[in-house]
């Protein structure tokens, strides 16, 4: 059996295009990393936790974790603590390019294989309007960098280099490729 260490219902969406034989069991211990790691490194620490949390109590199965980042100038944006924090994110990301990390682990008894995956995406200019109608549709607040690709958060963005997918939270292409490598999957 296959586990996905994830409550995110992208990332079960997107999982399931590689399988339909898994199950969710998600992490629920508090998500830790040394912020001062660089950005590619921290989310693989994040997915490496909720991985091997679930990993504990399913140690003979394949436990897959995930976690996302949004990064501009040096600085982590996870999920916004509120409207003034989605606002002052999406501020910072109007009419620039951003990298969106998502690390991975694979964990399945004492093998972990772990990577992350790189997506540039550019933001066109933001006028304070859009701004304040997309943070009062609610999207921003459970996504890193306070938009979704995959929804009116498409409106913000003027283009990406790298896996769409990865944006969305799960690199499906190169995840099957992993996972078809390190024989987890068959």
Do not use: W
Not at 31 to 54: G, N, T, W
């Amino acid at each position: 059996m296959i586990i996905l260490a994830s409550q995110s219902p992208r990332r079960k969406e997107l999982f399931s295009l590689i399988t339909a034989d898994f199950k969710i069991i998600p992490a629920v211990g508090e998500e830790r990393a040394d912020r001062s790691l660089p950005p590619s490194e921290y989310v693989v620490e994040l997915a490496k936790h909720k991985a091997l949390e679930v990993a504990e109590k399913y140690p003979e199965e394949v436990v897959i974790g995930a976690d996302t980042v949004v990064v501009i100038n040096g600085e982590i944006l996870g999920k916004p603590k509120d409207e003034a924090d989605a606002k002052r994110m999406l501020r910072l990301l109007s009419g620039t390019e951003h990298s969106v990390y998502t690390g991975m682990c694979l964990s399945c008894g004492n093998m972990n294989r772990n990577f992350c995956e790189e997506t540039k995406v550019r933001f066109f200019t933001l006028s304070d309007r859009e701004i304040e109608e997309y943070t009062a549709s609610g999207e921003p607040f459970d996504k890193a960098g306070a938009y979704g690709i995959q929804g009116t958060g498409a409106l913000l963005v003027s283009g990406i280099t790298g896996d769409y997918y990865n944006v969305m939270g799960l690199p499906v292409g190169r995840l099957y490729r992993e996972m078809r490598e390190s024989c987890l999957l068959k």
